[in-house]
C-alpha cells in the first residue's frame, strides 16, 4: 500500500535561500553574496544595532518581564508608536481615532493579515502586483484568499527605471475594488521608486477608478536614512482620504530579522467601523497564530517610545543607509571607469538594499559558475553584500563578463 503523501508533488526551491546556501558551501576562497536580502557590515557580517543591543541587556536584567502570552493584537506601546512613525505624529487620521494597529510577524504576516482580512470581510479577490516585484507577494495574497492575480507594469529593461507610461495604463484597466500592492519606498526589487509627481498621478487614477492600496513599508529609514522622506508616498495617500492598509517590517530597520516584529496599519475613513474591524482582526489573527512573539516587539516599542533611545537608532539607520549609498557611487564609479558597456547611471538612482543591475540571466549565470559571485537569475543585487574588500573584485567580474556576453 503506497503512502497517502504520494501525491505530493516536489515543490520548486526558493531562490534566494537555494543560493544562499549554494555560497555557504562554496569553498572559493573570494567568493561574494550579492542575493541575501540581510544587512552586511563592510567586514561582510550582521550588525547587531548597538541600540538593539542594549536594549537586549535591559530586559535581561528586568526581572519584572516574563513570557506570559501578549494579547491577540499584540503590544499596543508597539503597534500604536510603529502606526504614528508611519503616518506622521500630525496625521488627522491618528487625531480623528480612524486607525488601526496591529503587531503581526514581520512584514509578511502582516501582508497575510491585511489580505486575509480584505478577502474575508470585504470579499476582494483581485489583487495587481509590479512586475517584478519580492516573490512573497503573490504567494501570501493567494493563500489568503484571494483568487485573480494581476500584474501591473513596473520596469522598463532598456531604460533601466519604471515604465510609468504601462503602470498608469494597466491601473486605469483594473476593476473596481481590485487590491493594488504598492511598495512604500526602495522597491523590491528594482530599487526604483516613483517620484512625488508619479505617486500623485497614481493616486488620481487609483481614486478615480476606486482601487484600494495596499503599501508595502519594508524599508523606511532604511532606504534613505530620512524616516519622514521613506513616509511621503503613505502619507501622501492618507492626506487625500485614501481607505487602506500598510504592513511594516522592522527586520531592516532594526535588524531584527528572526525576531518577526511587524505592524498591520489600517486607516478608515471614520472611526465608526472601528470597533468591528478590530474585533474581526482579533478573531482573524486568533485562528492563525493565536498572539504574536514579544522579545523583538518589547525592544522595538521601548524604541520608539524613548526620545533618546530613537535617536540613538535613527543614527543606526543613517550608518546602514549611508553605507549602501557609498557601495553605489563606488560600484557604478568602477563599471564607468573600467569602460564597461551601457550606462550605469541607474545604480546610484534607485535606492535602497537592492539594485536591479539590468544583467542578463547568461551574464548571471557566468558571475555565479566562474567568479563565486552569487545573485539572483533577474540580475538583482544587495548592496550590502559589496564591501572596500570585494567591490574593485566584483566590478572587474562585472565588466568582464559583459564583455564576454553582450546583451
Not at 550579492?34 to 535581561?60: C, F, H, I, Q
Not at 549609498?325 to 535606492?351: A, C, F, N, Y
Amino acid at each position: 500500500m503506497s503512502s497517502r503523501f504520494s501525491v505530493v508533488k516536489l515543490g520548486p526551491p526558493i531562490e534566494v535561500f537555494a543560493l544562499n546556501k549554494a555560497y555557504l558551501d562554496d569553498k572559493y576562497e573570494k567568493k561574494v553574496n550579492l542575493s541575501v536580502g540581510a544587512y552586511r557590515t563592510d567586514d561582510g557580517v550582521p550588525w547587531v544595532l548597538p541600540v538593539v543591543r542594549k536594549m537586549e541587556k535591559n530586559m535581561a536584567c528586568d526581572e519584572t518581564l516574563n513570557h506570559e502570552y501578549l494579547p491577540v493584537l499584540g503590544l499596543d506601546a508597539l503597534s500604536s508608536a510603529a502606526t504614528k512613525m508611519l503616518l506622521g505624529p500630525e496625521s488627522s487620521a491618528l487625531s480623528e481615532g480612524r486607525t488601526i494597529g496591529v503587531q503581526t510577524l514581520s512584514g509578511t504576516g502582516a501582508l497575510r493579515l491585511g489580505a486575509e482580512f480584505l478577502a474575508r470581510h470585504l470579499n476582494y479577490r483581485t489583487f495587481y502586483y509590479s512586475i517584478p516585484t519580492w516573490e512573497n507577494h503573490k504567494l501570501v495574497f493567494l493563500n489568503a484568499g484571494f483568487n485573480d492575480p494581476r500584474e501591473y507594469r513596473y520596469w522598463d529593461p532598456k531604460n533601466r527605471n519604471i515604465d510609468f507610461e504601462g503602470l498608469i495604463e494597466d491601473l486605469k484597466a483594473a476593476p473596481e475594488d481590485s487590491v493594488i500592492i504598492l511598495h512604500a519606498c526602495a522597491h523590491n526589487p528594482t530599487g526604483s521608486d516613483p517620484t512625488k509627481e508619479q505617486w500623485m498621478k497614481i493616486a488620481d487614477v487609483m481614486e478615480e477608478k476606486k482601487l484600494f492600496p495596499f503599501f508595502d513599508s519594508a524599508y523606511q529609514g532604511f532606504a534613505s536614512g530620512d524616516l519622514e522622506k521613506d513616509a511621503w508616498a503613505v502619507r501622501y495617500f492618507v492626506s487625500r482620504g485614501f481607505e487602506m492598509c500598510c504592513a511594516q517590517s522592522f527586520a531592516k530597520n532594526f535588524g531584527l530579522y528572526n525576531e518577526r516584529v511587524g505592524n498591520l496599519a489600517l486607516v478608515l475613513k471614520d472611526s465608526q467601523s472601528l470597533p468591528q474591524v478590530k474585533s474581526q482582526l482579533t478573531l482573524t489573527v486568533r485562528g492563525m497564530y493565536s498572539n504574536p512573539p514579544n522579545h523583538g516587539g518589547r525592544i522595538v516599542a521601548a524604541v520608539l517610545n524613548n526620545q533618546e533611545l530613537y535617536g540613538e537608532w535613527t543614527d543606526c539607520v543613517r550608518v546602514m543607509a549611508n553605507r549602501i549609498l557609498s557601495m553605489r557611487s563606488g560600484l557604478k564609479e568602477r563599471l564607468q571607469r573600467l569602460g564597461t558597456p551601457g550606462s550605469w547611471e541607474h545604480i546610484t538612482e534607485q535606492i535602497g538594499m537592492f539594485s536591479f543591475t539590468g544583467l542578463t540571466p547568461r551574464q548571471v549565470e557566468h558571475l555565479v559558475n566562474e567568479y563565486h559571485i552569487y545573485l539572483l537569475k533577474s540580475g538583482r543585487i544587495n548592496m550590502c553584500g559589496l564591501t572596500t574588500k570585494n567591490i574593485d573584485y566584483v566590478a572587474t567580474a562585472i565588466h568582464e563578463t559583459v564583455l564576454k556576453f553582450p546583451e
